[in-house]
């Protein structure tokens, strides 16, 4: 989880819809009621993201949009499987140089 800073903006300018756990506790499930009617709610616990709670019509359109999404045509640990071996086999200390290089930011 990342800190959530309440001046966040969403990816279309406007402020993030944030509630904190002391809004909440002080004003409880009129808060959200009012918060959806801006959108998905972000819920904070000690400043870090702890939730999003959703309107029943967004939650029910992202598990339709889950059913419809196609299943992949293989798993990844099937994906690794299929791979042919190499021609020219890497010793340990090879694979850490270069992942150490790759890594070297």
Same mark, same amino acid.
């Given at each position: 989880?990342?800190?959530?800073?309440?001046?966040?903006?969403?990816? =279309?300018?406007?402020?993030?819809? $944030?509630?904190? =756990?002391?809004?909440?506790?002080?004003?409880?499930?009129? +808060?959200?009621?009012?918060?959806?009617?801006?959108?998905? $709610?972000? !819920?904070?616990?000690?400043?870090? +993201?702890?939730?999003?709670? !959703?309107?029943?019509?967004?939650?029910?359109?992202?598990?339709?949009?889950?059913?419809? @999404?196609?299943?992949?045509?293989?798993? @990844? !640990?099937?994906?690794?499987?299929?791979?042919?071996?190499?021609?020219?086999?890497? =010793?340990?200390? @090879?694979?850490?140089?270069? !992942?150490? +290089?790759?890594?070297?930011?």
């Amino acid at each position: 989880m990342r800190d959530i800073d309440v001046r966040d903006t969403e990816s =279309s300018g406007q402020p993030a819809n $944030v509630l904190t =756990s002391a809004e909440l506790k002080r004003r409880g499930i009129a +808060a959200i009621e009012q918060a959806l009617q801006r959108g998905p $709610v972000h !819920l904070l616990k000690r400043n870090q +993201a702890a939730a999003v709670v !959703l309107s029943e019509q967004h939650f029910r359109e992202l598990q339709r949009q889950a059913a419809r @999404a196609p299943e992949p045509e293989h798993t @990844a !640990l099937q994906w690794l499987l299929m791979q042919p071996p190499s021609d020219q086999p890497r =010793s340990k200390a @090879a694979i850490d140089a270069e !992942l150490a +290089a790759e890594r070297d930011w």
